[in-house]
């Protein structure tokens, strides 16, 4: 199970750190995302990270604003956001992969789901 959290209203430039903390399963061995959906528009890869944390990958749109970690002692994922624009808004969610190298980018190759995180970027 994965419960993310950390989601809500900020300006634009401003800053977010989103989490993610998952429980019942092993966490350590499963690469972890990030993914977003903006109301009318399909849910999109935002970042990944591999089990060992050793690997991050990012969307294009995302690439130096968004950092991806993770702490397996504390079974968390984390998304830093940074320079937020007014387009990032979506709900976030988090998702696992069963897959021991870099987190993949299609939202079908993912076996768990959080629930979403709602951010909102006012301009």
């Known amino acids: 199970q994965l419960q993310a959290s950390g989601g809500g209203l900020v300006q634009a430039g401003g800053s977010l750190r989103l989490s993610c903390a998952a429980s019942g399963r092993t966490f350590s061995n499963i690469a972890m995302g990030w993914f977003r959906q903006a109301p009318g528009k399909e849910r999109e890869f935002v970042t990944g990270v591999s089990w060992s944390g050793g690997t991050t990958n990012y969307a294009d749109s995302v690439k130096g604003r968004f950092t991806i970690s993770r702490d397996n002692a504390k079974n968390t994922v984390y998304l830093q956001m940074n320079s937020l624009k007014p387009e990032d808004t979506a709900v976030y969610y988090c998702?696992?992969?069963?897959?021991?190298?870099?987190?993949?980018?299609?939202?079908?190759?993912?076996?768990?789901w959080g629930q979403g995180t709602l951010v909102t970027v006012s301009s």
């Open positions: 998702a696992g992969a069963n897959r021991w190298g870099i987190a993949p980018t299609g939202r079908h190759e993912y076996t768990y």
